[in-house]
DNA sequence: GATGCTATTTATAATGT
DNA sequence: TACATTATAAATAGCAT
């Protein structure tokens, strides 16, 4: 892409780098938004610049969020977790801070208080937000039909649940038949497969 | 890219959705390697596919070396840093006008404030263990059927999806029976009936 | 360093087999 | 059903500010 093919090697130039970095993590970055909503799906995204910036991108769940999910994975699924433990525990004290420890102890001046108390409660607000969508989502798949008005809406939902039920269908059928355990693809593979140009497929 | 511009919202069709994930987490990949190449960067991605899939990626640092670099920044700039310009949600506009903050501003003595907080990130705990649970079953429900390990757990999700179809088909028939629309199966339900057949006579 | 501008390369949506 | 092809949209390398 560009005017000149660019080989895939460390970049020697600094301020080449630099450029280079700052262009291609806005492109990823869009890819990584769009994959998200297109798909639905639990996305996040950790890099750091050459010179050590932080960027990260989530889609409608939080970073943390998602770390949690991928850390309460089977650690068969994840793959090999050296220290899995301290991770781990890592963020739980981070959630735990995050709310509680930090906002208490640390505030010097009444403006910051109530802007930590603000925060929070935007927090729970927002929260209680998810939660409340979550749930209105969940009672149409466990039965509860009153929130439907129109046929559009019955319609959809029946989309919907004929689509899960297919999917659960054909995982009853994977656990009667041989109980084979999806591996997750290895980074040193991922490299090969792109090298190839031949990528793995899901 | 591609023969027509496609809208960014998420893609309804389950096939079609699987499909566009699984190209375009090809495409992420790529990139991601690439920049982890070019520019010399530590970077990390976690992605879950629509049927819960784990795929994930680090250029020449482990995933676990770059979350712990990632988790053990201090907590403010992780949040300062975070990169979410990409999504301006309505949600969040709601959430800076809640209503909520302006309760939270008014204690005078410390330690009320102190307690006050503490009551928050506890109700903040609370709902995130809530919203967690919450989503967990819900993933079943939209198809990521990857937490179901045993045949006890398909079998209850097939009874509740089931019970839940029944529930919005006789809610379809009702308001076509208000609407004097003739009733016509669908395509998918007659693949899970046969499906359900062919499965019984096992 | 960041931004804007093309000429090109690359990614991919729709289609074909 | 899944994999290959193609026409088109999108990203971006090299330059110029």
Do not use: W
């Amino acid at each position: 892409m560009g005017r000149a093919k660019l080989k895939i090697k460390r970049i020697e130039s600094i301020v080449d780098r630099q450029v280079t970095f700052s262009k291609r993590r806005n492109g990823l970055l869009k890819k990584v938004y769009e994959l998200s909503i297109l798909c639905d799906t639990d996305i996040a995204l950790i890099m750091f610049s050459p010179a050590g910036r932080l960027t990260m991108f989530s889609g409608k769940n939080s970073v943390e969020d998602i770390l949690t999910r991928f850390l309460s994975l089977p650690q068969h699924q994840r793959g090999i977790m050296c220290n899995q433990e301290f991770l781990q525990t890592t963020l739980q004290k981070l959630n735990y801070e995050s709310s509680l420890a930090s906002q208490c102890s640390s505030s010097s001046s009444r403006s910051s208080i109530s802007k930590n108390i603000e925060d929070l409660c935007n927090e729970i607000k927002k929260c209680k937000i998810q939660l409340e969508e979550t749930k209105k989502r969940l009672r149409v798949f466990e039965g509860d039909v009153s929130e439907i008005t129109s046929m559009n809406e019955v319609e959809d939902h029946e989309v919907r649940l004929n689509e899960a039920l297919n999917q659960v269908i054909q995982k009853k059928k994977t656990l009667e038949g041989k109980c084979r355990i999806s591996e997750v693809p290895s980074n040193d593979q991922i490299v090969r497969l792109i090298q190839q140009e031949n990528f793995c497929r899901d």
